[in-house]
């Protein structure tokens, strides 16, 4: 008897199981579809799986990722706590974050923050929940707050771009940190339009200050907050004036007769060179994530003579010297790479 009563239990959890794999099928498809732009395929995708495996997690949490992606965000919203009510112990990282940048984009600044805060609480390694926190806190016009949100983000993952173009653009009251960022930047990317825009504005903080009149006379430009903080004996966090200051005189021997027919790569490797050694002699007890963090990584890039391979890597693909160079040294710029990508490891 109890074998007849075992076989219905046992049909009954087989075609649970069926349904379960084909509704992981469904998901697969639907993510292809989403990212293929098709987000409307894909929503219907999500719905045959949510048939066929009533509340499964992983179509829920697609789900609202491409209702969000779709402007739907009330519907985005409303699955996203369907999702974190029912599955409360699932890693719902992604989801947290498609919440609250839902949240964020009905002009729900606040409640957004609060979520974000709440998956970093339950997830505090995942940098995609600060990167987009402090979107939010940009967007809300609290730059100083983002900008420990966008730190945070690099510290976790190094090779996250966006995080570094943010933080070279809000930074640029301090020039060295914010040429600091903007490289870094030009290593994880130098070939989208925005490193085209971020290149060039790397080049207009490295010789910023500096020109040269009609007589043919240098004009050196030094503000006056720079000089403040040279001829403080205490600094304080990122501090880089001493640095600063070298740039500007290493940027004005771009106009020495010496250096008239060098090539623009080859004057940046000079200044950046510069840079790199006068961070290093001022590296002694300085605090701030700048000193900290991102400066060890140049000061080394520097001591291992990979200065001239990045210059090269960055600079635009299209140019004749970089073209030359990377046929003539394509080892050095693997070199480069390959310490680069293990530096943070």
């Known amino acids: 008897m109890k074998k007849i009563y075992l076989l219905p239990i046992l049909f009954s959890f087989l075609s649970f199981s069926q349904n379960k794999t084909e509704a992981e099928v469904k998901v697969n498809e639907g993510v292809a579809l989403h990212d293929s732009g098709k987000y409307d395929e ?13 509340d499964n997690p992983l179509a829920l949490t697609e789900k609202a990722m491409t209702l969000e992606s779709v402007k739907r965000y009330d519907e985005a919203i409303e699955v996203s706590k369907q999702v974190l009510k029912l599955y409360p112990n699932e890693d719902n990282r992604t989801l947290y974050v498609t919440y609250a940048n839902s949240l964020d984009h009905l002009n729900k600044a606040e409640q957004a923050l609060k979520i974000y805060d709440e998956g970093i609480k339950k997830y505090p390694e995942y940098y995609q929940l600060y990167f987009n926190k402090g979107i939010t806190l940009v967007n809300a016009k609290e ?95 990122n501090d880089f004036s001493s640095t600063d200051m070298v740039l500007s005189m290493s940027s004005a021997l771009d106009y020495d007769d010496k250096n008239k027919d060098k090539k623009e790569v080859q004057k940046f490797i000079v200044k950046f060179q510069t840079l790199c050694q006068s961070i290093a002699e001022t590296q002694k007890n300085q605090k701030g994530y700048y000193r900290e963090f991102l400066a060890p990584y ?9 200065v001239e391979p990045f210059a090269y890597y960055i600079f635009p693909s299209q140019n004749p010297d970089v073209i030359e160079y990377n046929k003539e040294h394509s080892d050095k710029i693997e070199e480069f790479q390959n310490w680069s990508k293990n530096y943070w490891k």
């Not at 894909?42 to 009533?54: C, P, Q, R, W």
């Not at 983000?153 to 914010?178: E, M, V, W």
Request: aromatic share 6%; charged share 30%.
């Open 42 to 54: 894909a929503l219907a995708k999500y719905d045959e799986a949510l048939k066929l495996d009533k």
């Open 143 to 237: 730059n100083e707050k983002a900008i420990i949100c966008f730190q945070q983000s690099t510290k976790l993952n190094p090779n996250h771009s966006s995080s570094f173009n943010a933080l070279a653009i809000l930074g640029q009251s301090n020039r060295i940190a914010s040429i600091l960022a903007f490289s870094r930047y030009l290593v994880i990317d130098n070939k989208s339009g925005r490193a085209k825009g971020n290149f060039d504005a790397l080049m207009k903080l490295m010789n910023k200050g500096v020109s040269q009149t009609e007589d043919k006379s240098i004009s050196v430009s030094i503000d006056s907050a720079t000089l403040d903080k040279v001829n403080k004996k205490k600094k304080g966090e």
């Open 298 to 306: 140049f000061i080394e890039m520097e001591k291992k003579n990979f």
